[in-house]
C-alpha cells in the first residue's frame, strides 16, 4: 500500500503565495511521477503541473510563470510553490503518484486533497 499525505494549503490574498508539500510512503520501489491536480467547485479535476523521476516538468498553461513543481527523490516528496496567486485558483488541491511497489506490480495513489482559497 502507498499514501500520500500533502499539507500547505490554506487561506491566503490575492497576490500571495503558497507551498503544498505531498509526502508519499508505504511500500515504494520507485516512483515515475508525482504530480498536482485541483478541482474548483463546479468544474472537472485539472492537471496543474506534474514532475518525472528525472525532474521533466509540465504545467498548465493558466500557471505556467507563477508555479514551480519540485520533487525530493530521497523524501519521496513533491512541492508546489504557488506564487501570484489569484482568486481563479481557489480549488481543492489533490496530489498523485504513480509508480512500482516491486518490480512487477505498478501503483496510482490520490492524496486526500488540500484547499487552497484566494481570496481577491
Known amino acids: 500500500q502507498v499514501q500520500l499525505v500533502e499539507s500547505g494549503g490554506g487561506l491566503v490574498q490575492a497576490g500571495g503565495s503558497l507551498r503544498l508539500s505531498c509526502a508519499a510512503s508505504?511500500?515504494?520501489?520507485?516512483?515515475?511521477?508525482m504530480g498536482w491536480y485541483r478541482q474548483a467547485p463546479g468544474k472537472q479535476r485539472e492537471l496543474v503541473a506534474a514532475?518525472?523521476?528525472?525532474?521533466?516538468?509540465n504545467y498548465a498553461d493558466s500557471v505556467k510563470g507563477r508555479f514551480t513543481i519540485s520533487r525530493d527523490n530521497a523524501k519521496n516528496t513533491v512541492y508546489l510553490q504557488m506564487n501570484s496567486l489569484k482568486p481563479e485558483d481557489t480549488a481543492v488541491y489533490y496530489c498523485?503518484?504513480?509508480?512500482?511497489?516491486?518490480?512487477?506490480?505498478?501503483?496510482?495513489?490520490w492524496g486526500q486533497g488540500t484547499l487552497v482559497n484566494v481570496s481577491s
Open positions: 498523485n503518484a504513480f509508480g512500482r511497489s516491486d518490480r512487477t506490480r505498478h501503483f496510482e495513489v
Open positions: 508505504g511500500t515504494i520501489f520507485s516512483i515515475n511521477a
Open positions: 514532475i518525472t523521476s528525472v525532474s521533466v516538468t
